[in-house]
C-alpha cells in the first residue's frame, strides 16, 4: 500500500507538488508548498502566467511577486504548459474552473481535461487532490473512475482525495496557512495521506469520511451565503413596504452576541463563488429527485434584485416627471463588492443593462474598473461597452439619477450628494450625516 510511502516523502519534504491551474487558488498554494520547502511544480495552459511565474512576478493580489521570487530563487518553484511533468510529481492538486454553462448546469470541462492529462502521465504512487468547487460525488465518480480505467488500482497504485478551497481574496486575516482546511478521501488511506500533506502548511485541518462530505461542506457554506443574502434581499422589499429602514434594523439585530450573523441588501449577488456554487448542489440533488427549494428561493429573490433597483429609480424618477426613457443615470461602482476590481457576476451590469433597454443614458464611475464589456448572449440593451468616466462635477451635476451600485471607499459621496438631485443607494453607502446634509433625495433600499 503506498500510503506509508507517501507520507514518508511528505514528512523529509522530497514530496513533488504539482499543482494544476494557477489562478487565485494554485498560485498561493502552491507557493505555500514551496515556501514550506517543497518542489513545487505549477501546471497552467496559459503561457502568460506561466512566463510571469517563472519571471518571478505575481498575477494575484493575495500572493506578493517577493514571495514567487523567493521560491525561484530557492529553486523551489517551476511553472510549465508541459504536463508530461505530471509523472515527476508525487502529488498533484487540481486546481481549476468549475463555471456554470449558460444553462445554469455544472460545467464539467475543466476537471475532465485536468483528469485526462494526468491519466495520460501518471504513475504508480501518487496522491491527487481536488480542490475546485463541485458537487458531491464528483471525485468518486468522476476522477476515480477515470484513473482506474487507466488501470491504476485504488490504495496500491495512487491515492485520490478532496479537499475545498476557502481562499477569500484580498483577506488580509485569512490567508491559505491560518484558514482551516477540511480533507476528505475516496479511501481511510488517502484521507490519512490528503490530510497529513495539509498539515504541514496549515494550521489546522478537519478529516472527513469521504470525498463526498468535503465537496458538501463547501457547497453547505456558500449555500449558506446565497440564501442568506436571498432573506436580506427579501426583507429589504418588506422593510420597505412597511416604512422601516432596512439597515437600521440589520444593525439592531446584529447587537445580538448569538445566534445571528448579519447580511445586507444589495443590487444583487455577485463574484465567482456565490452565484454558482449552490447550482452545483441543486443540479447534483435533482438527479436524485430532489428539489432544493431554498437554493432555488434565494436564486429567484437576488436574481430580481436588478429589476427592484430599476424600479425604485423609476419610482423616483417618475415623482421628478422624468421618464427613464431619455434620463441621464450614472451608476457608481460596478465591481461585485466594494474595494476591488473584480466584474464577475456583477449585478451592476444588470442595471445597467435594463436601464439601457428602457432608453436610459448611462454612465458609470468606477476608480477600480477600467472598462465594462457585456456578453450580448445576455443583454438585451444595446450591450455596447462603457468606459469609466472621471467623477468631475458636470458629471454629476448633469446626471438626472445616480445609483450607487458598490460602495466603494475611495469615493467622495458628500460631494455626490452636494451636486446630484437624486441617489438611489443599493449599500446604503451614505451614513446619516452624509444623507441629513444632501441636497439631493435618496431612495435606500
Ligand atoms: N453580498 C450581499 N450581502 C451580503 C454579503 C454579500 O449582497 O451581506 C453580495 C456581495 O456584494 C457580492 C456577493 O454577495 O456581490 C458575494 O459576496 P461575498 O461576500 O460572499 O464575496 P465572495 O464572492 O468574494 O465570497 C468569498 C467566498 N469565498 C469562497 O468561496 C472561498 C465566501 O465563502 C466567503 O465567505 C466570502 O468571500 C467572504 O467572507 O468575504
Given at each position: 500500500m503506498i500510503k506509508e510511502e507517501i507520507k514518508k516523502q511528505i514528512e523529509d519534504k522530497t514530496a513533488r507538488i504539482g499543482v494544476i491551474g494557477l489562478g487565485y487558488v494554485g498560485l498561493p498554494l502552491v507557493v505555500e508548498f514551496a515556501s514550506e520547502g517543497f518542489e513545487g511544480i505549477g501546471f497552467e495552459v496559459d503561457r502568460k502566467k506561466?512566463?510571469?511565474i517563472n519571471r518571478g512576478e505575481s498575477y494575484i493580489v493575495d500572493v506578493p511577486s517577493e514571495d514567487v521570487a523567493a521560491c525561484?530563487?530557492?529553486k523551489k518553484l517551476t511553472a510549465t504548459t508541459d504536463f508530461s511533468k505530471i509523472a515527476d510529481c508525487d502529488v498533484v492538486v487540481i486546481c481549476v474552473p468549475t463555471p456554470l454553462r449558460k444553462t445554469k448546469d455544472p460545467d464539467m470541462s475543466y476537471i475532465i481535461a485536468a483528469g485526462r492529462e494526468i491519466c495520460k502521465y501518471m504513475r504508480k504512487g501518487q496522491l491527487v487532490i481536488l480542490e475546485s468547487t463541485t458537487y458531491p460525488g464528483t471525485t468518486d465518480e468522476v476522477l476515480q473512475p477515470m484513473f482506474e480505467e487507466a488501470g491504476f488500482k485504488l490504495d496500491e497504485d495512487f491515492l485520490l482525495a478532496f479537499s475545498p478551497e476557502r481562499v477569500d481574496p484580498g483577506n488580509p486575516q485569512f490567508q491559505t496557512h491560518n484558514i482551516p482546511k477540511v480533507v476528505g478521501g475516496v479511501s481511510e488511506d488517502s484521507t490519512d495521506a490528503a490530510s497529513f500533506l495539509y498539515s504541514k502548511i496549515v494550521e489546522s485541518v478537519h478529516s472527513v469520511s469521504s470525498a463526498r462530505v468535503a465537496?458538501?461542506?463547501?457547497l453547505w457554506e456558500n449555500t449558506f451565503r446565497a440564501i442568506n443574502i436571498g432573506m436580506a434581499n427579501e426583507m429589504a422589499k418588506l422593510c420597505k413596504t412597511l416604512g422601516i429602514d432596512t439597515w437600521e434594523v440589520v444593525r439592531a439585530a446584529a447587537t445580538k452576541p448569538f445566534g445571528f450573523m448579519a447580511f445586507y441588501p444589495g443590487p444583487g449577488l455577485g463574484g465567482h463563488c456565490i452565484p454558482l456554487d449552490p447550482h452545483y448542489l441543486s443540479w447534483k440533488a435533482r438527479q436524485h429527485g430532489f428539489d432544493s427549494r431554498f437554493i432555488s428561493l434565494a436564486e429567484?429573490?437576488?436574481s430580481n434584485m436588478p429589476e427592484y433597483v430599476i424600479e425604485?429609480?423609476?419610482e423616483a424618477l417618475n415623482d421628478d416627471r422624468k421618464p427613464v426613457n431619455g434620463?441621464?443615470?450614472l451608476v457608481l461602482g460596478v465591481a461585485y463588492k466594494k474595494n476591488i476590481d473584480d466584474m464577475r457576476e456583477s449585478p451592476a451590469l444588470s442595471v445597467i443593462d435594463l436601464l439601457r433597454a428602457k432608453g436610459a443614458d448611462v454612465v458609470y464611475h468606477d476608480p477600480y474598473v477600467p472598462?465594462?464589456?457585456?456578453?450580448h448572449a445576455y443583454t438585451i440593451g444595446d450591450g455596447e461597452p462603457l468606459s469609466n468616466q472621471e467623477l468631475t462635477d458636470d458629471l454629476i451635476s448633469d446626471s438626472d439619477c445616480v445609483i450607487i451600485c458598490t460602495d466603494h471607499s475611495n469615493v467622495d459621496y458628500k460631494r455626490v450628494t452636494e451636486l446630484s438631485s437624486l441617489i438611489i443607494d443599493t449599500r446604503n453607502a451614505l451614513d446619516e450625516d452624509t444623507r441629513n446634509g444632501s441636497k439631493a433625495r435618496i431612495v435606500r433600499l
Open positions: 506561466v512566463e510571469a525561484l530563487e530557492s465537496e458538501a461542506c463547501k429567484e429573490v437576488n425604485l429609480a423609476s434620463s441621464k443615470v472598462e465594462v464589456t457585456f456578453d
